[in-house]
């Protein structure tokens, strides 16, 4: 096969937008083209996507793609995916019941908080590896069938993956990988299938549920809505922090990755055994690869590039993207100002969607520099929340750790975070590394590489940013109590 010219598409479908991506055999960047979709925040708390415009940006994206190169030169599809958003729609006319439910909002809080009076918390933890909240995919499934009632013979219930499939293989897959079906708060993580008793228990019925396949499998030939002449294979289906993890080559026990995007996520290795996971943090499934699973733990933090987001699109803030690392650095330290950004809640390890954000030690000195760099500092912080969380319960020593995402092409942010763990930050020169690392699966599935072994080999070809800690461990220990302090005031 030659490298040169052949090539795999690989669709990175995210919270605020889908991009798709051209690959070279060699895992090179050929071109890529996004096309931003809608935020519906209907009521405070709710966010929702349109899944038609989703799947129309996917097919635009698919199409700009394919101008770029000699059609029969297109080896195969993959696809990863913004996890925990779910859409129910009617397999005969594939139209949704109803927008998608976004990973992000909170209508199934209460639903969640009755299922906790009622007992059901430490049986759903066992079960799925995951704690009992709003975050996961049952609730929002559980208000869609109760809220919208869909025939139930005509119904059928997935991921944005299972949605993308279904879409581009014409509604003859209707599949989900296990890294996506363990984030639904509906697979028993132990047994590796949809979990009869807990699909009792939130309404939903098995007919619905999509097949679950290996992260490598072929899930389906599709020919992208007529854009191609021939059906080509679909392959390394993956959510989109573990495609994040593979990506960074984090294949052994032990290694670790965080991924700054709109949120954050914190996922470690942990090998081929489950793991009953420590409090404020959750197990799930890493991927599976023929019949060999991996499982990780980790920690998702709400918000983290969306607080500097917030700052530009809700307070006006006067601030360009590019200068926000000017701005922190203008600065000798954060003269006392801290930024919790509890929008929705805060996420792991304190899984309490009732916290508010504050903006706390304000004074007459204080300039929107402050501001800015608190709220940049709040991303260091709260991963590092969640770092000490993984080290105790998995009780494995963490020497380093792996970055990627937007938020991570910060230099003050990356020094900082290494700063505020004591450990050195490897950052990827490789952008777009969940969908690199959905094209790395791919790859497995397609026949392009035969085993981990040979992707390691690929990966010792990349090189990396590092920055190693400067920060002395007196003034490391004071800035981290502090947030704890502040962290606490905005605890109910």
């Known amino acids: 096969m030659d490298n040169e010219e052949t090539y795999v598409i690989t669709i990175d479908q995210s919270t605020s937008a889908t991009k798709g991506i051209l690959f070279n055999l060699k895992g090179e960047k050929i071109y890529e083209y996004s096309l931003s979709h809608a935020q519906y925040y209907p009521k405070p708390g709710w966010v929702e996507h349109d899944p038609e415009e989703i799947y129309k940006n996917t097919l635009a994206v698919i199409s700009i793609l394919k101008e770029k190169i000699a059609e029969e030169n297109i080896l195969g599809l993959t696809i990863t995916n913004q996890r925990e958003t779910v859409i129910m729609w009617d397999k005969n006319s594939g139209k949704p019941y109803y927008n998608a439910i976004v990973w992000q909002c909170l209508r199934g809080a ?22 009992l909240d709003p975050y996961f995919s049952a609730s929002k499934i559980k208000w869609l069938i ?10 059928l219930i997935g991921t944005i993956d299972s949605w993308l499939i279904w879409k581009l293989t014409e509604g003859r897959v209707h599949a989900t990988d296990y890294s996506n079906a363990s984030r639904t708060m509906l ?20 007919s619905a549920m999509p097949k679950i396949y290996s992260s490598n499998s072929i899930f389906g030939f599709s020919d992208c809505g007529g854009l191609l002449r021939r059906e080509i294979p679909i392959s390394g289906v993956l959510g989109d922090s573990q495609a994040s993890l593979f990506g960074e080559g984090c294949f052994k026990r032990g290694m670790v990755k965080v991924t700054y995007g709109t949120g954050s996520s914190v996922a470690m290795n942990i090998g081929h055994e489950y793991m009953v996971p420590p409090k404020g943090i959750v197990t799930s499934i890493g991927w599976r690869i023929n019949n060999d699973v991996s499982y990780i733990l980790e920690g998702n933090v709400h918000a983290t590039g969306a607080t500097i987001r917030w700052l530009i699109d809700n307070i006006g803030l006067s601030v360009e993207l590019d200068n926000i690392e000017k701005m922190c650095l203008s600065l000798e330290d954060n003269e006392g100002v801290y930024f919790v950004p509890a929008f929705s809640g805060l996420g792991a390890p304190y899984w309490e969607n009732r916290a508010k954000g504050i903006i706390y030690g304000l004074t007459l000195k204080t300039k929107k520099e402050h501001i800015v760099r608190s709220a940049v500092e709040a991303i260091a912080y709260q991963i590092k929340d969640v770092i000490e969380v993984l080290m105790k319960g998995s009780r494995i020593k963490i020497n380093k750790i792996k970055v990627d995402g937007g938020a991570a092409r910060n230099n003050f942010l990356m020094q900082f975070q290494a700063d505020i763990l004591g450990i050195p930050v490897l950052r990827a020169t490789i952008e777009d590394m969940s969908a690199f690392g959905s094209f790395l699966m791919g790859g497995l599935g397609f026949k392009i590489w035969k085993s981990l072994d040979d992707l390691e080999k690929l990966l010792s070809e990349k090189k990396w940013d590092i920055f190693t800690p400067k920060l002395s461990p007196e003034k490391r220990k004071k800035y981290y109590n502090e947030w704890r302090k502040v962290v606490k005031k905005s605890l109910p």
């Open 146 to 155: 109760d809220n919208i009632a869909p025939p139930t013979n005509r119904l």
């Open 110 to 131: 209460e639903i969640c908080d009755e299922y906790r009076k009622r007992g059901y918390e430490k049986m759903i933890t066992e079960k799925t590896g995951l704690v």
């Open 187 to 206: 697979l028993n993580i132990k047994k590796l299938c949809w979990d009869e008793e807990l699909l009792n228990l939130f309404g939903i019925p098995s």
